[in-house]
């Protein structure tokens, strides 16, 4: 089945912890990407990659790191989590051009305490 | 103003009713253009594409309106499972690499 795969579902940790949430898909898609998502802000997107090695900022990026090493992996990194990074995170996938749709994880409830 | 404006409702209307949501966008060089849907907590997913000469997928009509910057969403005959928040998202580049989501329009479906 084609998906985008996220781990975890949940999360519930302390501030400063590092931590990492997995992304990955099995469609081959080139394009990745992770948005947060608060209410009454809608959708923001953190990074986005256009294929392996090739990264760039989104509207959000500030205490977040990611790396694309692999076309279907996308993890993204939070080297020292505070409390505003208390989010619904989602990644996405697409086959590169804008005229596709995307493909969603089922997302990421992260609880920073 | 946002790039992306939707009018984040909530509508409430009868079963079998027909709805109606609208949104707009600033950026004139828009290339891409998608109605998502997301149900509570789960992921946004793909409802259709808009394209220019409007398009159609059983109870669902989209139409987009370049000139004025703005595409519309309709559901006839609704069912109360298209209870749900809609997203309107725009794409900037011919490339995947800005896409910008509106803030939603939630739809709640009375019996």
């Known amino acids: 089945e084609a998906q985008v795969t996220q781990n975890p579902r949940y999360l519930i940790t302390v501030t400063g912890k590092k931590l990492t949430v997995t992304c990955s898909q099995n469609?081959?898609?080139?394009?990745m990407s992770w948005y947060r998502q608060d209410p009454g802000l809608g959708l923001r997107q953190i990074y986005y990659?256009?294929?392996?090695?090739?990264?760039d900022k989104g509207d959000v990026p500030e205490g977040y790191k990611v790396s694309r090493k692999e076309k279907r992996n996308f993890p993204l990194i939070l080297e020292s989590p505070s409390p505003n990074q208390t989010s619904l995170y989602f990644c996405?996938?697409?086959?590169?051009?804008?005229?596709?749709?995307?493909?969603f994880g089922s997302g990421t409830r992260l609880t920073v305490v | 103003r946002k790039e992306v404006e939707q009018d984040p409702g909530p509508f409430n209307v009868p079963e079998g009713a027909t709805v109606a949501f609208n949104c707009t966008y600033s950026n004139s060089a828009s290339q891409s253009f998608f109605w998502y849907r997301q149900d509570c907590r789960k992921e946004p997913k793909l409802l259709m594409s808009v394209y220019s000469s409007g398009n159609e997928d059983g109870r669902f009509t989209a139409q987009l309106n370049r000139a004025s910057q703005y595409i519309s969403l309709l559901i006839r005959d609704s069912k109360l499972s298209d209870s749900a928040t809609y997203l309107c998202v725009v794409t900037e580049y011919s490339s995947a690499s800005k896409i910008i989501f509106g803030s939603g329009t939630r739809l709640s479906i009375r019996p």
């Open positions: 469609m081959n898609h080139e394009y």
């Open positions: 996405a996938s697409s086959p590169g051009q804008s005229y596709y749709g995307y493909t």
């Open positions: 990659s256009m294929n392996v090695e090739v990264t």
